[in-house]
T-cell receptor, first 112, second 110 residues
Framework: DAGVTQSPTHLIKTRGQQVTLRCSPKSGHDTVSWYQQALGQGPQFIFQYYEEEERQRGNFPDRFSGHQFPNYSSELNVNALLLGDSALYLC???????????FGPGTRLTVL | GNSVTQMEGPVTLSEEAFLTINCTYT??????LFWYVQYPGEGLQLLLKATKADDKGSNKGFEATYRKETTSFHLEKGSVQVSDSAVYFC?????????FGTGTRLTIIP
């Protein structure tokens, strides 16, 4: 049984560019959440997708957007990248109505 | 809003020492509580959880008890090993999301 997978593993972009990160949830899970983990900090909740809609959103600007596909996989898009967007982006999946979230290995984004 | 406060690190212990990492929380309602561990270069792994007051979560020799009266969920292990070196995060689940503490870096010296 594959766990949560994310791609790419690492990514380097320059300021102003756009980036798309991808996540495939654990088998049987229908909900995907995205978190941003800055260096030396705890993860911060970005948003959650369920039934292809954004169900909950954290304190992140509209430059951060997402999508969920019918197979429950998800994308995180960030526009107009800033240096401060450099972080580890974690995807987590869960199966409603349970609250135990399983995390992927993350995508390390570096903005130069 | 919900918040989690963790004992600041880093924490350095000798092998076989007793470990405590303090965690307190502020939340509305009755959240579920978690400890996650992050090894270098990796994502988060669930270490243990507790879903209601007085529940004790345990895994790999680690334990934590959900104390509603003190709003705490302290992590303990009786005898740490070098392989326990990692960053530990306390978290609560409420309002459909996890809220994390800032993490505690633990280093075990042989």
């Amino acid at each position: 049984d594959a766990g949560v997978t994310q791609s790419p593993t690492h990514l380097i972009k320059t300021r102003g560019q756009q980036v798309t990160l991808r996540c495939s949830p654990k088998s049987g899970h229908d909900t995907v959440s995205w978190y941003q983990q800055a260096l030396g900090q705890g993860p911060q909740f970005i948003f959650q997708y369920y039934e292809e809609e954004e169900r909950q959103r954290g304190n992140f600007p509209d430059r951060f957007s997402g999508h969920q596909f019918p197979n429950y996989s998800s994308e995180l898009n960030v526009n107009a990248l800033l240096l401060g967007d450099s972080a580890l982006y974690l995807c987590a999946s869960l199966q409603n109505p349970y609250n135990e979230q399983f995390f992927g290995p993350g995508t390390r984004l570096t903005v130069l | 809003g919900n918040s989690v406060t963790q004992m600041e690190g880093p924490v350095t212990l000798s092998e076989e020492a007793f470990l405590t990492i303090n965690c307190t929380y502020t939340a509305t309602g009755y959240p579920s509580l978690f400890w996650y561990v992050q090894y270098p270069g990796e994502g988060l792994q669930l270490l243990l959880k507790a879903t209601k007051a007085d529940d004790k979560g345990s895994n790999k020799g680690f334990e934590a008890t959900y104390r509603k009266e003190t709003t705490s969920f302290h992590l303990e292990k009786g005898s740490v090993q070098v392989s326990d070196s990692a960053v530990y995060f306390c978290a609560l689940f409420g309002n459909e999301k996890l809220t994390f503490g800032t993490g505690t870096r633990l280093t075990i010296i042989p």
